[in-house]
């Protein structure tokens, strides 16, 4: 919803029927912290109380560097974000995401362990769950990479990973052999569709295609003893399309998840 003020995109939210909302926070959304002066922070925490909405996730988008200059200032970047979280919910703070941009994982790995170990040091200073996301064709893309990553780093209750099963599809990675790799690291789910064409893949809202089981993943989780959050996320391959519009495709996605979730015989809790 980047063409809608944050406090508009929270009313859509709450009266399409959503029980919870991710807020991208990233430097050219309206939504970053850049633009969240004090009177502003106290007014959406609670409009998000008023609407019984959960804040489970903000959205960053962070490359670690080899620049220290520009780690620094990374590292800037995630305390503001992490006070903006506890400011808007302080008492079940959201999870902080992040994807870590492109490589390959052999020539990287090692220096995902010390960058995002500093990032790692920030969230605990903030009592924060920063969640890093595999991403089909970036440095870390499977789920057994994330699990090594977060290992690395202690198994800290602080890190953990986001689930998305677009990035594996077409992958030969089963979606019942990466739930059971994911399972135990992960804090957040996120639900969108894919489909592959000419060797590409494009990325759609979820239960577009059938593509991905959705009622089976849900069940995979819940089974599993995961009970955080199942987010529809909507990729910038779609709402960056001329024509595209937020509230309407928000609805189609509670239509779809909500009929993927009864299919699944599982609890919203």
């Not at 929270?10 to 912290?33: K, N």
């Not at 520009?70 to 079940?92: G, I, Y």
Request: with cysteine; hydrophobic share 35%.
């Amino acid at each position: 919803m980047k063409s809608l003020k944050t406090e508009q995109a929270i009313d859509a939210i709450a009266e399409i029927g959503f029980d919870a909302i991710e807020i991208a926070v990233r430097p050219d959304w309206e939504s970053a912290p850049a633009n969240m002066p004090p009177k502003r922070r106290t007014a959406i925490r609670k409009q998000l109380f008023e609407k019984q909405l959960r804040l489970s996730s903000l959205m960053e988008h962070l490359e670690p560097s080899h620049d220290d200059r520009v780690h620094r200032k990374h590292l800037d970047r995630l305390s503001q974000v992490f006070e903006l979280a506890e400011a808007w919910q302080p008492n079940q703070k959201p999870l902080v995401q992040t994807t870590l941009g492109g490589g390959h994982w052999d020539k990287r790995r090692t220096f995902y362990v010390d960058r995002v170990g500093d990032w790692l040091a920030t969230a605990k200073e903030h009592e924060i769950v920063l969640a890093v996301k595999p991403h089909r064709g970036g440095g870390m893309s499977r789920p057994s990479e994330a699990a090594w990553l977060i290992q690395q780093l202690g198994n800290s209750p602080n890190l953990r990973m986001v689930y998305d099963y677009s990035h594996y599809a077409f992958r030969d990675m089963p979606l019942n052999e990466t739930v059971a790799t994911a399972l135990p690291y992960t804090a957040h789910v996120a639900l969108k569709d894919v489909r592959q064409r000419d060797g590409k893949v494009d990325f759609l809202l979820p239960g577009a295609t059938g593509n991905v089981d959705f009622p089976n993943l849900f069940r995979q989780f819940y089974t599993g003893g995961y009970r955080g959050d199942m987010n529809c996320e909507v990729s910038g391959m779609v709402w960056g399309k001329p024509g595209y519009q937020p509230i309407e495709s928000a609805r189609q996605c509670y239509a779809w998840m909500s009929q993927a979730m009864q299919q699944a015989n599982v609890p919203r809790v």
